[in-house]
């Protein structure tokens, strides 16, 4: 069973740029879509981005090219770099593999954004 | 840019009951990549249905997803305890990827 688990700070200051990581276990990063999805407190899903095992990578237009979502050498872990962060950046992070009859979500991550 | 409505905001209903939830699309979609999620309070969403009609692993036959083109719709059959959730359609191809806004069950 692939299990996937969200890493890095809780507490970004405004203008600084928030980095989480995304372990993967049980697997490696080997076909699908590999994306960061976000939820601000009490809000829905927003796509973030997510690199497919060729490393291709693609992102929501509304985050202006402030999210950039890299793959580790290793092939079992994946990041996700939001640069000048502001309030509205505040939500649970998530690292999830989409695609197919399973997708495997992380527990989710809360990073506040605060000085 | 593809927008997806979901309809209605939310659904009261007691359990044992049917519940239909609907998922609009701005322009007409693949329906290979149509997908619905249930998420409860505190954690990560659940895939429960996958190109619109196919059930994820592990998923009860009291879910049925159906749809093409712009309309898709999820139906439970029969309301369980864990069912009285947040609900969510993605589309994911290629970089067109993006959540409705979400359709709560809840008890009435």
């Known amino acids: 069973q692939m299990h996937l688990q969200e890493s890095g700070p809780g507490l970004v200051k405004p203008s600084e740029t928030l980095s989480l990581t995304c372990t993967v276990s049980g697997g490696s990063i080997s076909s699908y879509y590999w994306s960061w999805i976000r939820q601000p407190p009490g809000k829905g899903l927003e796509w973030i981005g997510y690199i497919f095992y060729t490393g291709t990578t693609s992102y929501n237009p509304s985050l202006k090219s402030r999210a950039t979502i890299s793959m580790h050498t290793s092939k079992t872990q994946f990041s996700l770099r939001l640069s000048s962060v502001t309030a509205a950046d505040t939500a649970v992070y998530y690292c999830a593999r989409v695609g197919g009859a399973n997708s495997f979500w992380g527990q989710g991550t809360l990073v506040t954004v605060s000085s | ?108």
């Open chain 2, 1 to 108: 840019e593809i927008v997806l409505t979901q309809s209605p905001g939310t659904l009261s209903l007691s359990p044992g009951e049917r519940a239909t939830l609907s998922c609009r699309a701005s322009q007409s979609v693949t329906v290979s990549y149509v997908a619905w999620y249930r998420q409860t309070p505190g954690q990560a969403p659940r895939l429960l249905i996958y190109g619109a009609s196919n059930r994820a692993t592990g998923i009860p036959d009291r879910f049925s997803g159906s749809g093409s083109g712009t309309d898709f719709t999820l139906t439970i059959s029969r309301l369980e305890p864990e069912d009285f959730a947040m609900y969510y359609c993605q589309y994911y191809y290629t970089s067109q990827w993006t959540f409705g806004q979400g359709t709560k069950v809840e008890i009435k």
